[in-house]
């Protein structure tokens, strides 16, 4: 590849045939491309051998401990790394942007990324709370990850920027069963989570806008009726109505998803074992 923007990407896939090919393809302007994956029984291997990246494995236990993974044993050539979802995708706007800040020598250990959710063609700026930052371009010197719910944070004691250009995010590209599948592991990974101990919780006066969400979220994770709370804050305070059809019924999906961190919840502080239902709670 033409090494156009000094950044190596890296892809997280596992069974991503259906994306795999579109994501390589919106970076073919960076300098290298690696992909990572968890154990494929798809083509997604081949596909990306076909585009002629760096193929690596490691079996997966998080994205926070995926994403070290990849910093401590791929040989990037570059000290900037952008990550990617096989679902999403980067644009020219953005890539322009990650190659404004390489060339100004930026001091900062990351930045956050704004994500463009899209739901049968539409995106839904308000019902996917646009533009739900996460930090995907960073120094790999200055900031590591921690697995946390079913995402990660990042850690680093050098500034976070924000970038303005967003990623596209084809969320539902496998189809509905696909995401509530998907779901089900992220609730339970959520409540087990919310009843650590070990946990620390935020500012909800924080001026950071990710770090006030992430309050607000600890804050209500043991609160009951999150289904009825989630679709409210969702149609109201979000106004995903605005989003028309595609939008209400995103929310109804994220509600589901509460529903279903409620369920956990209520089995795990019973001392209940949600893989063997059958058994005396302790």
Known sequence: MTSLVPVSVLILTHNEEVNVSACIDSVAGFGEVHVLDSGSTDRTIELAISRGVGVHFNPFRGFGTQRNWAIDHIPAKFPWHFHLDADERMTPALAAELAAIVATGSDCGGYRVPSKLMFAGKWLRHAGQYPGYQVRFFHRDRLRFADYGHGQREETTSPVGTLKAPLIHHGFSKGLDAWFIKHVGYARREAEQALDPARTGERLLSRDPVERRRAIKQAVAKLPGR???????????????????????????????????????RLLARGVNPDRLDAPST
Do not use: C, K, P
């Open 227 to 265: 289904y009825a709370l989630r679709l409210g804050y969702m149609l109201v305070a979000r106004r995903a109505v605005l989003d028309g059809w595609a939008g209400i019924t995103y929310a109804h999906m994220l509600a589901s998803y509460e529903g279903m961190i409620d369920v956990y919840l």
